[in-house]
């Protein structure tokens, strides 16, 4: 057999043997798959398929003029000898690939936007975002999969952080902020899953200090409170629950929170302490003349303390006249709460099903205090209206795009001042259960609320 024969067969077998594995190398080395195999894939389709694209979809322009006079007759031609934009080299970063494109003179970005979904489909991506970075350029953010796909398993470091096998971003202080800043950051940034952009998805507190979250039954709302739960475990921040369906959902923090109220009157109890627990502090940052605890010194900053509220309509809307005035002391509290508590170090995350003006006033003035936004999957077009539409009507739509199989998917407002599609890490009750157990000892124990606390804790915990 001569040389080149042998180098064929030889060539054969290992393509045969690369063929076979492929599913296995696939699964076990995403990243290096993806950079070995699939990007020069997707790059050589987009490069084969870019002239015909620019084509089809009106993006190619023509040196020659498309229609002409002939003997007082004007005649429309089909463009000969069509000019598409240039492409500038891909540029790979996991399962993305950007690349640029230089528009002909009379271009627009726009035009590319329209034929974004095209690209998508030739290219066999999940989706293609067109930007205009530069005058004169248009950037295509090709996105090779959905990020919101699967985000349990797309974790980027694949470690496993204490059970939790997802991911973990380490928080970065900026040198040149300030003690308390540096600590605000530390303890106020919550990573909970991913954004559709492949970014973490971050609820900062100091930007967005209070939340509301909505969803349809089995939407994600709980999984997302797991994943806010067990990333504060560990932190020296004080947790408290209120959770009028008995304790149904929070109940499986019960070993690391400060206070779980599950009745109404618990509840109203838990908001006034805390109400005067704002007042108090606002004392204390006067006599300092400070703005905020973050600017207290360290050894007489109080801790942080977090709300978690299941079922907001549970809280403030009452079928039975004797509760009237108890609902309506809740929600006077909570907007209370929410207006005093920013600077304070007090946060509130407000999960619900349903958010509607039958909730009562409160709930709107509350809705207003809450800046950051967290809409899963609605059950009615009015909680996505009033979670979203006041301050990002095109969002609504997105909402309600939800599927019912996108669990834990959910449309969110972002710390930049916009919106994004995002999915949190599927942190099941199990778990979360688990890692508030192993952090029972960073419980913070809030005196005045003793016979609502749990169980014994300290606040020992850094
Ligand atoms: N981020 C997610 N990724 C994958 N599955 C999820 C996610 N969030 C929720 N789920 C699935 O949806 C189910 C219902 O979620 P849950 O958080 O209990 O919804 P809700 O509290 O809104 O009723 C969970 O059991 C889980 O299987
Ligand atoms: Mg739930």
Same mark, same amino acid.
Not at 37 to 50: E, H, M, N, Y
Not at 368 to 380: E, I, K, P
């Given at each position: 057999?001569?040389?080149?024969?042998?180098?064929?067969? +030889?060539?054969?077998?290992?393509? +045969?043997?690369?063929?076979?594995?492929?599913?296995?190398?696939?699964?076990?080395?995403?990243?290096?798959?993806?950079?070995? %195999?699939?990007?020069?894939?997707?790059?050589?389709?987009?490069?084969?398929?870019?002239?015909?694209? +620019?084509?089809?979809?009106?993006?190619?322009?023509?040196?020659?003029?498309?229609?002409?006079?002939?003997?007082?007759?004007?005649?429309?031609?089909?463009?000969?000898?069509?000019?598409?934009?240039?492409?500038s080299m891909a540029?790979?970063?996991?399962?993305?690939?950007?690349?640029?494109?230089?528009?002909?003179?009379?271009?627009?970005?726009?035009?590319?936007?329209?034929?974004?979904?095209?690209?998508?489909?030739?290219?066999?991506?999940?989706?293609?975002?067109?930007?205009?970075?530069?005058?004169?350029?248009?950037?295509?953010?090709?996105?090779?999969?959905?990020?919101?796909?699967?985000?349990?398993?797309?974790?980027?470091?694949?470690?496993?952080?204490?059970?939790?096998?997802?991911?973990?971003?380490?928080?970065?202080?900026?040198?040149?902020?300030?003690?308390?800043?540096?600590?605000?950051?530390?303890?106020?940034?919550?990573?909970v899953g991913f954004?559709?952009?492949?970014?973490?998805?971050?609820?900062?507190?100091?930007?967005?200090?209070?939340?509301?979250?909505?969803?349809?039954?089995?939407?994600?709302?709980?999984?997302?409170?797991?994943?806010?739960?067990?990333?504060?475990?560990?932190?020296?921040?004080?947790?408290?629950?209120?959770?009028?369906?008995?304790?149904?959902? /929070?109940?499986?923090?019960?070993?690391?929170?400060?206070?779980?109220?599950?009745?109404?009157?618990?509840?109203?109890?838990?908001?006034?302490?805390?109400?005067?627990?704002?007042?108090?502090?606002?004392?204390?940052?006067?006599?300092?003349?400070?703005?905020?605890?973050?600017?207290?010194?360290?050894?007489?900053?109080?801790?942080?303390?977090? /709300?978690?509220?299941?079922?907001?309509?549970?809280?403030?809307m009452a079928t039975?006249?004797?509760?009237?005035?108890?609902?309506?002391?809740?929600?006077?509290?909570?907007?209370?709460?929410?207006?005093?508590?920013?600077?304070?170090?007090?946060?509130?995350?407000?999960?619900?099903?349903? %958010?509607?003006?039958?909730?009562?006033?409160?709930?709107?003035?509350?809705?207003?205090?809450?800046?950051?936004?967290?809409?899963?999957?609605?059950?009615?077009?009015?909680? +996505?209206?009033?979670?979203?539409?006041?301050?990002?009507?095109?969002?609504?739509?997105?909402?309600?795009?939800?599927?019912?199989?996108?669990?834990?998917?959910?449309?969110?407002?972002?710390?930049?001042?916009?919106?994004?599609?995002?999915?949190?890490?599927?942190?099941?009750?199990?778990?979360?259960?688990?890692?508030?157990?192993?952090?029972?000892?960073?419980?913070?124990?809030?005196?005045?609320?003793?016979?609502?606390?749990?169980?014994?804790?300290?606040?020992?915990?850094?």
């Open positions: 057999m001569s040389s080149n024969a042998v180098l064929s067969v +030889a060539l054969l077998l290992v393509l +045969a043997v690369l063929l076979v594995a492929s599913p296995t190398l696939r699964k076990r080395y995403p990243r290096t798959w993806w950079y070995a %195999v699939s990007f020069p894939i997707l790059w050589g389709r987009i490069r084969f398929t870019w002239r015909r694209l +620019a084509w089809e979809c009106d993006l190619a322009v023509t040196r020659k003029r498309a229609h002409a006079m002939l003997g007082g007759i004007l005649i429309k031609g089909k463009e000969l000898d069509p000019v598409v934009p240039r492409l540029w790979p970063r996991p399962l993305l690939v950007t690349v640029r494109a230089r528009m002909l003179p009379g271009q627009t970005p726009d035009e590319f936007v329209d034929a974004a979904e095209a690209m998508a489909h030739a290219w066999r991506v999940h989706s293609v975002r067109v930007s205009s970075p530069a005058r004169g350029e248009v950037e295509f953010t090709i996105s090779a999969r959905d990020p919101l796909e699967n985000v349990t398993s797309s974790a980027p470091s694949g470690r496993k952080h204490h059970g939790r096998p997802w991911f973990r971003v380490s928080v970065t202080t900026e040198t040149q902020e300030s003690p308390g800043a540096a600590a605000a950051a530390q303890l106020l940034r919550i990573f954004l559709a952009d492949w970014n973490a998805w971050v609820l900062d507190l100091r930007l967005l200090p209070h939340w509301l979250i909505t969803g349809a039954t089995q939407s994600g709302k709980s999984t997302l409170m797991n994943a806010v739960v067990v990333e504060l475990a560990p932190r020296p921040v004080a947790l408290v629950g209120i959770d009028l369906k008995g304790g149904m959902e /929070l109940g499986n923090y019960t070993a690391r929170l400060s206070a779980l109220a599950t009745d109404r009157r618990s509840a109203v109890r838990v908001l006034s302490y805390l109400v005067d627990v704002v007042l108090e502090r606002t004392t204390q940052c006067r006599i300092a003349q400070v703005r905020s605890i973050w600017d207290l010194p360290e050894q007489i900053r109080p801790v942080p303390i977090v /709300l978690l509220v299941d079922e907001l309509a549970e809280l403030c039975d006249p004797r509760d009237k005035a108890d609902a309506l002391a809740c929600s006077t509290n909570l907007v209370r709460l929410a207006q005093l508590g920013a600077s304070l170090g007090v946060h509130l995350l407000v999960a619900g099903q349903r %958010v509607g003006s039958d909730l009562g006033a409160g709930v709107t003035m509350l809705r207003s205090q809450l800046s950051g936004r967290v809409c899963h999957r609605v059950a009615d077009p009015e909680t +996505a209206k009033m979670t979203l539409g006041d301050r990002f009507p095109d969002a609504v739509d997105a909402a309600q795009g939800i599927s019912p199989l996108e669990r834990g998917v959910a449309v969110t407002t972002t710390n930049e001042g916009g919106w994004m599609r995002a999915r949190s890490a599927n942190i099941g009750a199990e778990q979360a259960q688990r890692i508030t157990t192993d952090y029972a000892h960073c419980r913070v124990l809030l005196p005045g609320l003793s016979d609502i606390d749990l169980s014994g804790g300290d606040t020992t915990c850094r």
